[in-house]
Nanobody, 124 residues
Framework: QVQLVESGGGLVQAGGSLRLSCAAS????????MGWFRQAPGKGREFVAG????????YYADSVKGRFTISRDNVKKTMYLSMNSLKPEDTAVYYC?????????????????WGQGTQVTVSS
C-alpha cells in the first residue's frame, strides 16, 4: 500500500506563488509515476503535471506549462509542485497521485493511489 499526503495549499493573490508537497510512504518503485491533478468546483478532475521518480523527464498540461514545475526529493520521498504566476482560474483542490501502470499517464483512471487533496485559492 501507498499513502500520499499533500500540504502547502492556501490563499494567494493573482501573480503570486505557492509550492505544494506530496509525501509518499509505503511501497513505491522507481518506475512509478507521480502526478498532480486539480478539481475546481463543478468541474472534473484535470491533469496538471507528472514525473517518474527515477527520471528527470516531466510533462505538463498546456494550461500550466511555463508556470508550474514538478520536482522530487528522492531521499524524503516527496514530490513538489511549484506554482508561479498564479491565476484565479488555477483555484481548485489539488491532488497528488501515483501510477504504477503507464508511461506518461494523464487520465485519473490510470492512477492507483491518491492523496486527500489541498485547497489552492487564487484571488483576483
Amino acid at each position: 500500500q501507498v499513502q500520499l499526503v499533500e500540504s502547502g495549499g492556501g490563499l494567494v493573490q493573482a501573480g503570486g506563488s505557492l509550492r505544494l508537497s506530496c509525501a509518499a510512504s509505503g511501497r513505491t518503485f522507481s518506475r512509478d509515476v507521480m502526478g498532480w491533478f486539480r478539481q475546481a468546483p463543478g468541474k472534473g478532475r484535470e491533469f496538471v503535471a507528472g514525473k517518474r521518480w527515477s527520471a528527470d523527464s516531466t510533462y505538463y498540461a498546456d494550461s500550466v506549462k511555463g508556470r508550474f514545475t514538478i520536482s522530487r526529493d528522492n531521499v524524503k520521498k516527496t514530490m513538489y509542485l511549484s506554482m508561479n504566476s498564479l491565476k484565479p482560474e488555477d483555484t481548485a483542490v489539488y491532488y497528488c497521485a501515483l501510477s504504477t501502470r503507464s508511461q506518461f499517464p494523464r487520465e485519473s483512471y490510470e492512477y492507483d493511489y491518491w492523496g486527500q487533496g489541498t485547497q489552492v485559492t487564487v484571488s483576483s
